[in-house]
Each structure stands twice: as C-alpha cells, then as structure tokens.
C-alpha cells in the first residue's frame, strides 16, 4: 500500500506564489505517473499537473501553463506543484495521486484512473 501526504497549502493574496508537497511512503514506491488534481466547493475535481515517475515527463493542464509547474524528487519519493500569480479561482483543496500503471495518455488526466490519493490540503488566494 502507498501512503500520499501533501503539505504546504494555506492563504495566499493574489499574484502570490506556493508549493505544495506530496510525500509518498509505504510499499517500494515505483508508479507510472504522479498528479495534481483540485477541487472546489461544488466543482467536479479537476486535473491540474502529472508527471511521469520515470523519466520525468511532465505536463500540465493548458490553462494552468506559464504558472503552474510540476516537478518531483525521486531520492525522496516526492512530488511538488509550484503555483505562481495565484488568482482567487484557484483556490480549492489540491490533492495528489498515483499510478501504478499506464493506462494511456488520457489517463493520466483521468482522477478515475489513479490508485492512490492523499488527503489534500487547502490552498486559499485572497482577492
């Protein structure tokens, strides 16, 4: 079993900038793919970032390109999202995720298709 922990969230002004945190630990930790998801109040959970455990790949959902970067620590089995000129409609509670295998591109910004999720923690942007 693999355990995701995120860290980092809490209240921002607008145009500021936060990293948040995915520790992972348990079993031998070797997903196919890591990603950042978000949710709001009301609002289906969306796909923000992902990356490809191996190798490195990383890709990001196009609205969210030019201030959102993904980025990872193998050594440390963890997985950081670098959020810049953060706006008030990004606040949500951002959660973290893993994959044992590749089910294909779409996949990837599929939270149905991943196997296992932290708790999330709460990023709020102040206007």
């Known amino acids: 079993q693999v355990q995701l922990v995120e860290s980092g969230g809490g209240l921002v002004q607008a145009g500021g900038s936060l990293r948040v945190s995915c520790a992972a630990s348990?079993?031998?930790?070797?997903?196919?793919?890591m990603g950042w998801f978000r949710q709001a109040p009301g609002k289906e959970r969306e796909f923000v970032a992902g990356?490809?455990?191996?190798?490195?790949?990383?890709y990001v959902a196009d609205p969210l390109k030019g201030r959102f970067t993904i980025s990872r620590d193998s050594a440390k089995n963890t997985v950081y999202l670098q959020m810049n000129g953060l706006q008030p409609e990004d606040t949500a509670r951002y959660y973290c995720?893993?994959?044992?295998?590749?089910?294909?591109?779409?996949?990837?910004?599929?939270?149905?298709?991943?196997?296992?999720w932290g708790q999330g923690t709460q990023v709020t942007v102040s206007s």
């Open positions: 348990g079993r031998t930790f070797s997903p196919y793919v």
């Open positions: 990356i490809i455990w191996p190798g490195g790949v990383t």
């Open positions: 995720a893993a994959a044992d295998y590749n089910r294909g591109y779409s996949a990837r910004m599929d939270p149905s298709k991943y196997d296992y």
